[in-house]
């Protein structure tokens, strides 16, 4: 049972260029979600999936897009690189259990724009 | 940002000792969560406490709830060197109680 899977896990990309960053999850979970992670800030959220073929936008979805074609995948576009897409990415799904909603991480993908 | 504040951003205790870590956030909440971060890896969730919940025990974490003061406490006690990770609480607001906000943790530093 690997939970979730992220892939690359580093990536350095120049300014402009384009990539995906694939997440698939062996938990059967509905939910599922992308975060960046900044020195300071914390986690916030970029784009949220309530289910196959849905897509929200979270706090800060700008200059990402994503995708839920099937149930255990959910993939994070960056379509155009800028430098301030440096960061750590983490992707994640959810459960409700015992009444919250419990969030089990990927272990991260560390992308640097130059 | 309805964003949980931990408090302090920064601690460094001895083995054995008790560490202690808060949280304020702004608005009602569904649940709390605590989530723990070792260097260079995912977030782990540690314990859930619901709204109606004041008190909550998991091996040696202890989370507290206080509603009317919008706070919320992680003791861990007789830490030990293993422990020493950024930990972060994250809220579960009345009516979005999906999405998870989450504050920019405490790096608990264990010295041997």
């Known amino acids: 049972n690997a939970g979730v899977t992220q892939t690359p896990k580093f990536r350095v990309l120049k300014t402009g260029q384009s990539m995906t960053l694939l997440c698939a999850q062996d938990?059967?979970?509905?939910?599922m979600y992308w975060y960046r992670q900044d020195p300071g800030m914390g986690l916030r959220l970029i784009h949220y999936s309530v289910g196959e073929g849905t897509t929200a936008k979270g706090e800060v979805p700008d200059g990402y897009n994503v995708s839920r074609l099937k149930k255990q995948n959910f993939l994070l576009g960056l379509e155009s690189a800028a430098p301030s897409q440096t960061s750590v990415y983490f992707c994640a799904s959810s459960a409700w259990v015992m009444g919250g909603n419990t969030i089990y991480f990927g272990e991260g993908s560390w992308l640097t724009v130059v | 940002s309805q964003q949980g504040e931990e408090d302090p951003q920064a601690l460094s205790i001895q083995e054995g000792e008790n560490a202690t870590m808060n949280c304020s956030y702004k608005t009602s909440i569904n649940n709390l969560q605590w989530y723990r971060q070792n260097s260079g890896r995912g977030l782990v969730h540690l314990i859930l406490?619901?709204?109606?919940?004041r008190e909550k025990h998991s091996g040696r974490l202890r989370v507290t709830l206080d509603t009317s003061k919008k706070s919320s406490s992680l003791l861990i006690t007789a830490s030990r060197a293993a422990d020493t990770a950024s930990y972060f609480c994250a809220t579960g607001f009345s009516g979005s109680a999906r999405q998870l906000t989450f504050g920019s943790g405490t790096q608990l530093t264990v010295l041997p």
């Open positions: 938990m059967n979970h509905e939910y």
């Open positions: 406490i619901r709204s109606n919940e």
